[in-house]
């Protein structure tokens, strides 16, 4: 139980009305959209750096543990509290273009659509796109190391994190500002892909770049899994923007012809890519098409979720070039193994695979998503963008991040349980 005595000081720092406890609201924020399920002993929404700071000091003053939440949009139980206190972070969203620069600051609530949106009115865009795009938060997807599409050419968010604003777990605020595209240490780039272990991320500078004029989006059709390396390999010489893939089952969901379907994004005129892809027999996406398609893509997971009980286990897996075609034709060895129904998706220009698991019930989701995940560590895949948090096993390094998170929080207040500490 959190003191009495610490919410009536918090209540102090933010107001009441930004203060839930003793309410079946807190219930909302003891899970995130993975199958993993906390409690919530109360909730605070800051405005403000300043509020983060006083709530860390109280919460050291009164051994209260803390979890940083954005979107709750997470599928590794990042965000799940283990009776701890959650800081919602949706209220402090300010967006800032810089356009000169081509830098954007943002506050951790921000939504990434809205940073999108406002970019695009100075011509600019910020490449990492995950599918939550309408619903994480930029501190969320920080904290995660997120990427979504576009990871081969570009990078996950790590690559465009240029600076940051941060609370330490004892309440101290630093802040690590940039307005170049390059930014010397590491020490802003510790708290990337932390999941909020080591502090509260409150703003982030992103460097961004100019929106290409162009953009095609080309469909190929793979009558045969068997060529699927053969034409990937064929399509990654033209180092493209993206190159999304849905399974025929995923592919149908969506409205479109029951095909295995790779869809690779072109920004700016590139013959070369044209030519390329016009011999692999790619179909071009333009206007309004080529907005439907991507839009369905945002909300594929939503779509899935229609056909049954869905459950965010088990389908985030980071491949083996190598083993792409094997990888695939497991899970559906797994799917006639169970009574559960897979639809696999993903980037394939990182080949990270999101296999979406569809069941009656939820225990058979979480037994499918088990299997799943042991044959993903025999083959030596591990997460791709959704974050480690409850599902530790995937972590390479794990002394190193205790050393430093012992460094930085020592009597273990942020997110405690995360990554097995």
């Known amino acids: 139980m959190v003191p009495e005595k610490f919410i009536r000081k918090v209540m102090d720092v933010v107001g009441t009305d930004d203060v839930i406890h003793s309410s079946r609201v807190t219930e909302v924020y003891s899970t995130d959209a993975s199958p993993f399920y906390g409690r919530t002993a109360a909730v605070i929404r800051p405005e403000n750096e300043n509020e983060v700071s006083e709530i860390l000091k109280l919460a050291n003053e009164f051994s209260v543990s803390v979890v940083p939440r954005g979107g709750g949009s997470g599928t590794s139980g990042g965000a799940v509290p283990k009776d701890a206190v959650v800081i919602d972070m949706k209220k402090m969203d300010r967006i800032e273009v810089f356009p000169d620069d081509m830098i954007v600051f943002v506050e951790a609530g921000a939504i990434l659509h809205d940073i999108k949106n406002a970019l695009s009115r100075y011509g600019l865009f910020l490449p990492p796109e995950p599918g939550s795009l309408k619903i994480a938060t930029a501190g969320g997807f920080v904290a995660n190391n997120g990427s979504g599409k576009r990871g081969l050419k570009y990078g996950g968010i790590r690559n465009f994190v240029v600076g940051m604003n941060v609370v330490l777990p004892d309440g101290k605020a630093v802040r690590m500002p940039s307005r170049t595209h390059r930014s010397p240490g590491i020490a802003h780039q510790i708290f990337t892909g932390s999941e909020g272990t080591l502090g509260v991320i409150t703003g982030i500078y992103f460097r961004v770049i100019p929106l290409p004029e162009e953009k ?206």
């Open 216 to 421: 095609r989006t080309y469909l190929i059709h793979l009558k045969k899994r068997d060529n699927l390396n053969r034409i990937l390999r064929e399509v990654l010489k033209t180092t493209p923007d993206a190159v999304e893939y849905m399974d025929s089952r995923t592919s149908s969901a969506i409205g479109f012809e029951p095909f295995d379907l790779l869809a690779v994004e072109i920004l700016g005129k590139d013959r070369c890519a044209e030519k390329i892809m016009e011999r692999l027999g790619g179909h071009v996406l333009e206007g309004r098409d080529e907005e439907d398609f991507w839009e369905s893509r945002e909300t594929l997971g939503a779509e899935i979720a229609k056909k049954g009980t869905r459950v965010y286990a088990g389908e985030d897996f980071a491949v083996p070039f190598s083993r792409l075609n094997e990888f695939i034709g497991q899970i559906y060895r797994i799917e006639r193994e169970t009574d559960s129904e897979i639809f696999i998706y993903g980037h394939l220009d990182t080949c990270n695979l999101h296999p979406a698991i569809v069941s009656k019930s939820f225990e058979d989701a979480m037994e499918t998503a088990r299997r799943i995940s042991r044959m993903a560590l025999d083959m030596g895949a591990t997460i791709g963008e959704h974050g480690l948090a409850l599902r530790w096993e995937f972590a390479r390094g794990l002394e190193i991040f205790r050393r430093v998170k012992y460094c930085l929080d020592r009597r273990n207040i942020l997110n405690p349980g995360k990554f097995g500490v």
